[in-house]
């Protein structure tokens, strides 16, 4: 457990001193410490395997001699280590010329060329001529999925792939098949493979074994260049490396280095194979100006000054308060402060905002709350060292799939007790498995937190004096407590109180917990005020227990977190400070009703599609029909984008320079790969570009200037830009008084007669907001929406699998495809929010809580 400092153990390594927490593998501190030792099947995220034999070192203990395996011997005190000695590196040879009798010679076309540790090893121990006769394989590679390719006449049976998909992963995709001579991996019953594709196996795989057949460039890895940048999808900001060759990006690796991001080289579907964006036909290949409903190209100055004009004259006209801008959860941080700057700088206008802050103002709230109650977060580096973590309303392999393999590491690492709570049976598979389950019933969040938390009270499990002392309003919120029985609660929630109380019991013992809070709490209506529940939770084990609390709000995008941390909201400055001379009325706080009803003139739209991304579709359409004067930037042509007066093609996060900052506060460094493809710009450019049309250029308009210029603005992002290093911005100087929160009692959902089941949305595994759809690699492993209903709601229904059905809400409907999964409980169908051509948004409609519906066989 995390709690137990580990021992440190002192021993040598051919004669230097060395130190390693107890538990560690020779290995693993040889190669911290810079000796060379050859191994092939050693990862320091998997579990010690000693598959490929070439790791032998000497060994001695009280004057006892062994010859050991590297990868799996724990350091002891007083032991003193040997590397490469003759008799090892005979051992170790010999294993390699064994390895290399089947091994083909291929590297010229081989993807691991130049980053192969069997030619590195091969060199490592000089083994330039073997002894043995050579008899390669000969198997066909395996082209049977999209997306990974098998050519096992590399293979070298280390494990790694068949470990990552199992350990890391928690999918058991892969396994080992036959025996002796024939032995090799491969899916069950050599079935197309079928899987997260989340592509670890390929990063592990030491020698082209498994390939990314995505992008059909292979080999010598020197032919191409890296570069480490951030990904641009979903908020767990996992550092990627960009390759590219001839300017052109072609695959996207992992790196798995020391130190390198918070990631350890992990990466899902998205992150790996979503570079299709980049170099993409579909993108906006000009400028347009709308004439009449027809889209005319025209030049970048003619586009910039229409716009500077047009901005100039509305706020001449109407004021500064007749203009508003949304800016975006992807742009990089610089080009949100430029954005926000522009609307208050330029115009005096604090009718900013962003989409998720549009619709939940509350999650910045909660946040600050959290720091205020002197809950700051330790780093999600850490997370993989928890004692507990509470998975809230979150689909982790889906929602922040690389989460769930920092999650999955504790569990097989420190044996962090994992506890899910889930209106969904979301499947979260790991060897150490879930400890806790608590699959509830849709909508009854509120209840399970509250109930849990008056459990720790009503048992003691925390010290409650001093969170009576510490805390403000204690005994009012107590009272708020009391509806809670366990009665009461197990009607609500449909959950025992015998497993909420295992769950409290967990909870408040001495422990690092970590909280991680999913999006589709957005979905029930309820998100303030369960958001104040886990924190009313958090402050209680906080104050009156031992350990710590780390809680991870909602976010969704890339940059979700520092598109408000640079003030791209009306109620906060740059680092949350206070807005100075608020106006009465921010009308940015209704945008679109605003709109709507003729008070906004102009709205600036940077990068985001709320005709299918928002949840009120039709007062979004209605919005951006009335305002006078549209534009929009964006990469692809957007169903918002062709409501525009105006349109500017901008360029990918591959092709701009920058910081963004990810849920858990790491600003990460974001690198250009390629140059900004055919005439699209940066967002940077773009604002630089409408200031200087105003005739008030920017004071700063280098990205390195900018950061400087945040850095001196934003005090919480001192020291931090450009983000190399990956580091947390601080919140301690948030800190005050902690208080309880107020929640109301629990109201049951409403009812609707003849709609007897209720909506979740959220993005599917493959997609993320609009980009992903232009990735053919991840169109081709999720080319479809579906609604997921539980098997009997199926049989219920007369439906099947794959047929397709009308779902029907009091606001509107769509025709989709079945899957039936036990995942999905019975009431309640699951419908991912990212395809265009099934606006799940309608069913809402700009409805709040779980919006009632029914179901139909299509006809
Ligand atoms: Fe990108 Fe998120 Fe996947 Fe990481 S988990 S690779 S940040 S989409």
Redesign the pocket.
């Given at each position: 457990m995390s709690t137990v400092v580990k021992k440190t153990i002192n021993f040598k390594i051919n004669g230097k001193d060395v130190s390693a927490p107890e538990g560690t593998v020779i290995l693993e501190v040889a190669n911290r410490q810079g000796f060379e030792v050859s191994n092939l099947c050693y990862n320091k995220k998997l579990k010690p395997f000693a598959a490929c034999r070439t790791c032998m070192v000497e060994t001695v203990t009280d004057g006892k001699k062994e010859l050991v395996y590297s990868c799996t011997q724990p350091v002891a005190e007083g032991m003193e280590v040997k590397i490469n000695t003759d008799e090892t590196n005979r051992y170790n040879k010999a294993c390699l010329e064994m390895l290399l009798v089947e091994h083909p010679l291929d590297c010229p076309i081989c993807d691991k060329s130049g980053v192969c540790p069997l030619q590195d090893n091969t060199d490592t121990l000089q083994l330039y001529n073997g002894r043995f006769d050579i008899h390669r394989r000969n198997e066909p590679s395996i082209k049977s999925n999209p997306i990974i390719e098998f050519y096992l006449n590399r293979c070298i049976m280390c494990g790694l792939c068949v470990r990552a998909c199992d350990e890391t992963q928690g999918v058991q995709a892969l396994d080992f098949h036959k025996r002796g001579m024939s032995v090799g991996i491969g899916t069950a019953n050599d079935e197309p493979l079928d899987c997260e594709f989340c592509g670890q196996c390929i990063t592990v795989c030491p020698t082209g074994a498994l390939m990314d057949m995505t992008s059909g460039a292979r080999g010598l890895a020197a032919m191409f260049t890296s570069t480490l940048t951030t990904?641009n999808?979903?908020?767990?900001?996992?550092t990627?490396d960009l390759q590219s060759k001839k300017g052109k990006v072609l695959r996207i690796e992992a790196d798995e280095g020391y130190g390198v991001g918070i990631?350890e080289g992990n990466?899902?579907a998205?992150?790996?194979f979503g570079y299709g964006i980049i170099h993409n036909e579909d993108r906006i290949i000009s400028p347009l100006m709308n004439h009449g409903g027809e889209f005319k190209e025209v030049s970048w100055d003619e586009a910039i000054k229409t716009i500077a004009e047009r901005l100039q004259s509305t706020v001449n006209r109407s004021g500064p308060g007749s203009i508003a801008g949304i800016g975006s959860e992807k742009m990089t941080n610089e080009e949100s402060y430029l954005f926000q700057k522009l609307f208050r700088g330029h115009f005096g206008s604090n009718q900013i905002t962003n989409l998720a802050n549009l619709r939940a103002p509350y999650v910045n709230r909660f946040m600050l709350d959290c720091f205020k109650g002197g809950i700051q977060s330790k780093p999600v580096t850490e997370l993989e060292h928890a004692d507990v973590v509470l998975i809230f309303n979150s689909d982790l392999p889906s929602e922040?799939?690389?989460?769930g393999n920092s999650v999955r590491k504790g569990a097989v690492f420190t044996g962090t007790d994992i506890i899910i709570a889930n209106p969904r049976d979301v499947v979260f598979k790991n060897e150490a498995q879930t400890d806790i389950r608590l699959t509830f019933t849709h909508g009854a969040d509120l209840a399970v937190i509250n109930r849990l938390t008056r459990i720790i009270i009503d048992n003691n499990l925390v010290d409650i004096k001093k969170a009576k002392t510490d805390i403000a309003h204690y005994d009012e919120w107590v009272k708020s407590l009391k509806p809670y029985t366990a009665n009461e609660s197990e009607k609500l929630t449909g959950l025992s109180d015998e497993i909420l109380t295992r769950t409290a019991e967990r909870f408040a013992r001495e422990a690092d917990r970590f909280i991680i809070i999913g999006n589709d709490i957005l979905d029930t209506g309820q998100g303030e005020d369960i958001l104040k529940a886990l924190l009313n939770l958090s402050l209680l084990v906080h104050c009156g227990g031992e350990g710590s609390v780390s809680i991870y709000p909602p976010r969704e995008h890339?940059n979700s977190q520092g598109v408000n941390d640079m003030g791209v909201t009306p109620d906060f400055l740059p680092g949350y400070q206070p807005v100075q001379n608020p106006s009465a009325e921010n009308l940015a706080d209704d945008l679109f009703g605003n709109c709507v009803n003729g008070k906004l003139k102009l709205l600036y739209i940077a990068g985001e599609d709320p005709v299918n991304s928002y949840y009120k579709a039709s007062q979004v359409q209605e919005a951006l029909q009335n305002v006078p004067f549209l534009v929009v930037q964006d990469v692809f042509m957007t169903e918002t984008a062709q409501m525009a007066d105006i349109i500017l093609p901008t360029s990918t996060f591959a092709e701009k320079d920058g910081s963004q900052t990810n849920m858990t506060r790491h600003v990460q460094r974001i690198k250009s790969a390629t140059l900004p493809q055919g005439v699209s710009k940066p967002d940077f450019d773009i604002f630089c570009e409408i200031a200087d049309a105003l005739g008030k250029p920017f004071e700063h308009d280098t990205v390195e200037e900018v950061q400087q210029e945040i850095e001196n603005n934003v005090p919480i992002y001192k020291g931090l830009l450009p983000g190399t290093d990956s580091r947390q911005w601080p919140a301690d100087s948030f800190a005050e008084k902690p208080e309880f929160q107020i929640c109301p009692a629990f109201t049951e959902s409403r009812e609707k007669n003849g709609y007897p089941y209720r909506l979740q949305t959220n993005n599917s595994m493959f997609h993320?907001g609009s980009y992903t759809q232009h990735a053919k690699a991840l169109v081709d492993v999720g080319p479809e929406c579906f609604a997921e209903i539980h098997p009997e709601d199926a049989e219920a229904l007369s439906v099947q699998e794959g047929d397709r059905i009308i779902v029907e809400s009091a606001n509107s409907k769509i025709e989709v495809p079945v899957k039936t999964s036990y995942v999905t409980t019975r009431g309640m169908v699951y419908i991912p929010q990212n395809w265009v051509d099934v606006p799940v948004n309608l069913l809402r409609n700009g409805e709040e809580g779980l919006v009632p519906i029914k179901i139909s066989k299509a006809g």
């Open positions: 990904c999808y979903c908020s767990w900001g996992c990627i990631n990466l899902c998205k992150g790996r922040y799939p690389v989460g890339c993320i």
